[in-house]
């Protein structure tokens, strides 16, 4: 019999790549989608099966994971074999604006995710999208062994949610395990995350739409990798024969300065012509550099990343590119399929 999943964050970047990874593999695949008073399931466009369709696979629920009630009635009628849990308020500066909201949804909701799985009595598997952001001010390089230190909101809920995984694994011998992912980007990133607001302004900037960009500390030096890459990570971790917890990453380093570089570059502009400062976009505390050790995940899983922080650049400013041609042509399509 075939597989099935149930995705929380379906809707975003990661739960967008894992819902198409687990139908290639022939899973069948529940979402849940929080109600909302527009569309925000466009990231699943192009796997979206209409609830007529015969033989289908693909399957949304209506749900949030500050909602334990619903949470257990969907876990018990659907009896997934794996469980992954993407659902966040994953901005790291919005964290410091709305903290016991973070807290509540990337944090406690971990664990009210693990206790409706008890509650509704399924045998699952369990993933928790854990992240670089708990190491915050502990130097580089990171990995499994290295300790905790985070700078904001974020990785304060991201740590609770990390021991809840554990203690849970632990205590009721759940398969729960943790994957500390680094970040890791593609043309479906939110807006206003770094990477893809650099290269979205590069393509407005190139098409005269847009004049300057503003952006906050450039120092910073991140680990960036290619998010479709990364999902295989996941579904890796739940086919181990143990459960445990890994580190993916692509071992390189970065500034946000050397991304702009780059991407500017990429579309033959000069950067400092347009990039400004604004303090807006500082965070109280920063984490100045994250750089992943991912040796535990080659040796165990055989995971390794294959596109690294330059190549991204370049897919990501040309999927922008290609974006704004389409919007302005009238063409209301998606490109990175
Ligand atoms: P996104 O911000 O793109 O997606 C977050 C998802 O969570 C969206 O589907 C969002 O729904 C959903 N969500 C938010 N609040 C709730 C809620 N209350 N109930 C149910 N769902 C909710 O994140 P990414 O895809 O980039 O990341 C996936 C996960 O991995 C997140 O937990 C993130 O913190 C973590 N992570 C990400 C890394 C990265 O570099 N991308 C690195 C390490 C960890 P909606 O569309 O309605 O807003
Ligand atoms: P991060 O990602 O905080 O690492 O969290 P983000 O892209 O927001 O920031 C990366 C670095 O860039 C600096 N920066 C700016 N960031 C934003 N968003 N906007 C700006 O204008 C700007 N200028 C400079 C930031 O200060 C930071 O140093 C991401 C999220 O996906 C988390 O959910 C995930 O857990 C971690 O990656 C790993």
């Excluded at 604006?97 to 699952?124: K, S, W, Y």
């Excluded at 995984?165 to 206003?192: C, D, K, W």
């Excluded at 970065?254 to 604004?278: C, I, N, T």
């Amino acid at each position: 019999m075939a597989k099935s999943a149930l995705i929380t964050g379906v809707t975003g970047q990661d739960g967008s790549y894992l819902a198409e990874l687990l139908l290639s593999k022939g899973y069948e695949v529940h979402g849940l989608v929080r109600r909302s008073s527009s569309f925000n399931t466009e990231r699943l466009d192009g796997i979206y099966q209409d609830p007529h369709t015969a033989n289908r696979r693909l399957f949304l629920h209506f749900g949030d994971l500050n909602d334990g009630v619903t949470l257990i009635n969907v876990l018990r009628d659907i009896n997934p074999d794996e469980v992954y849990n993407l659902g966040a308020q994953s901005h790291v500066r919005v964290s410091f604006d709305q903290p016991v909201f973070t807290g509540d949804v990337t944090g406690v909701a971990a664990m009210r995710l693990l206790e409706a799985v008890r509650a509704a009595r399924v045998r699952t598997k369990i993933y928790q999208a854990s992240s670089s952001e708990m190491f915050g001010a502990t130097p580089p390089p990171q990995n499994e062994e290295t300790p905790f230190y985070p700078r904001s909101p974020y990785g304060v809920a991201k740590v609770y949610a990390y021991w809840a995984t554990r203690n849970y694994r632990e205590a009721y011998g759940l398969f729960a395990v943790n994957g500390i992912l680094f970040n890791h980007e593609s043309p479906r990133r939110g807006e206003t995350f770094v990477t893809r607001k650099v290269t979205r302004a590069v393509a407005r900037i190139q098409a005269g739409l847009q004049e300057k960009l503003y952006m906050g500390n450039l120092g910073a030096v991140r680990d960036w990798g290619y998010a479709p890459e990364y999902v295989e990570g996941m579904w890796r971790m739940l086919q181990h024969s143990e459960p445990q917890d890994y580190v993916l990453a692509t071992n390189t380093a970065y500034s946000v300065r050397d991304f702009v570089q780059m991407a500017f570059d990429h579309a033959g502009l000069e950067w400092e012509k347009y990039v400004e400062h604004d303090e807006r976009y500082e965070r109280p505390t920063e984490v100045d550099a994250l750089i992943g050790d991912y040796s535990k995940a080659k040796t165990e899983l055989g995971w390794e990343p294959k596109v690294l922080t330059p190549e991204l650049v370049k897919i990501m400013v040309d999927a922008d590119v290609q974006e704004l041609d389409d919007e302005r042509a009238g063409r209301n399509i998606r490109i990175d399929s």
